[in-house]
C-alpha cells in the first residue's frame, strides 16, 4: 500500500547502464511538502536517481511510486516539475519568450508567466534574452519554467551549482516558501554544507543509499561535528553501509 504522507516511495531501486549496475536497489521515501536534500559526490548516481523518478531513465527496475502513480505515467507530467543540470530554455528568446512557450506546452493558467517571474525575482529580465544572462539568472529561467502550472512535486538537479552565496541563499529561501505552500521538493548538489537547508537527507555514494536521516540524526548517529564529516565516517566504517531512521 502506497503511503499517502509520501510524495515518492522508492524500493529495490536498480538502474543498469550498459553491463554496469549503477544504482543498488535503494529503497527510501520522500514525504510531502518537504526539502529532501540529495548529496553526496558527482558520479556517485544522483541524476540518475533523478532520472528514474521522473520517469525518463532506461533500464529500471524495483518499484518507483509519485505521487501515488507509477514513475513516468503520462499523468505525472503536469504534475513534476524538472530541472536539469543544464537549463533546458532557448537561449536566443527572452526570459518571458521562453516562459510563455512552456505555458502553452504544460496548459498553465493565464498569468502563470507573471507569477513564476515574481517567484524567481527575474520581472527586471523579462525582456532580456536568455544569452545575456548571467550563469545565476539562468538558473532561474530553468527553475521558472518547472514552476509553471503549480506542480506537485519540484526534482531539481544541482539548481545552485556555479552560484554565489547571495544567489543560494536566496534560491533556498524560494524553495521553502514552495515547501511551506505545498510542494515537495528533491534537490541534488555535492556541496555537503547545504544539507543544513533540508529537512531530510539522503545521502548516496558509488550508487548506493548510504544515509536516509535529518541532519541532526545523522550527527548524533555518528558524533561528526557535520554532513561532510558524517558522511565520511560513514564510507569509512561501513563501506557502502547504510544508516536509517
Not at 514525504?31 to 556517485?44: A, D, H, I, K
Amino acid at each position: 500500500m502506497v503511503n499517502s504522507v509520501a510524495a515518492v516511495s522508492v524500493a529495490g531501486l536498480r538502474v543498469v547502464r550498459g553491463r554496469a549496475e549503477v544504482l543498488h536497489g535503494l529503497s527510501f521515501e520522500v514525504r510531502r511538502g518537504s526539502v529532501t536534500g540529495l548529496l553526496g559526490p558527482s558520479g556517485g548516481g544522483k541524476s540518475t536517481l533523478m532520472r528514474a523518478l521522473v520517469g525518463v531513465q532506461a533500464k529500471v527496475s524495483g518499484t518507483v511510486t509519485v505521487l501515488g502513480l507509477p514513475a513516468g505515467t503520462p499523468e505525472l507530467r503536469h504534475r513534476i516539475g524538472y530541472v536539469t543540470q543544464a537549463p533546458a530554455v532557448y537561449t536566443d528568446l527572452t526570459v518571458r519568450e521562453n516562459l510563455a512557450y512552456f505555458a502553452v506546452v504544460v496548459g498553465a493558467a493565464p498569468g502563470d508567466v507573471d507569477r513564476v517571474l515574481d517567484e524567481v525575482d527575474l520581472r527586471a529580465n523579462a525582456s532580456s534574452r536568455v544569452d545575456r544572462l548571467s550563469g545565476g539568472q539562468r538558473s532561474r529561467v530553468g527553475l521558472a519554467t518547472a514552476l509553471l502550472g503549480a506542480p506537485e512535486l519540484l526534482v531539481l538537479d544541482e539548481p545552485t551549482v556555479g552560484l554565489d552565496p547571495v544567489l543560494r541563499r536566496d534560491l533556498w529561501a524560494t524553495f521553502h516558501r514552495l515547501a511551506d505552500a505545498g510542494t515537495t521538493l528533491l534537490v541534488s548538489s555535492h556541496v555537503m554544507d547545504e544539507a543544513t537547508r533540508c529537512d531530510r537527507l539522503l545521502l548516496v555514494r558509488d550508487g548506493d543509499l548510504v544515509a536516509d536521516d535529518t541532519e541532526a540524526g545523522l550527527l548524533a548517529a555518528t558524533g561528526a561535528p557535520d554532513v561532510e564529516s558524517a558522511f565520511l565516517a560513514i564510507v569509512e566504517e561501513t563501506g557502502t553501509g547504510q544508516v536509517q531512521s
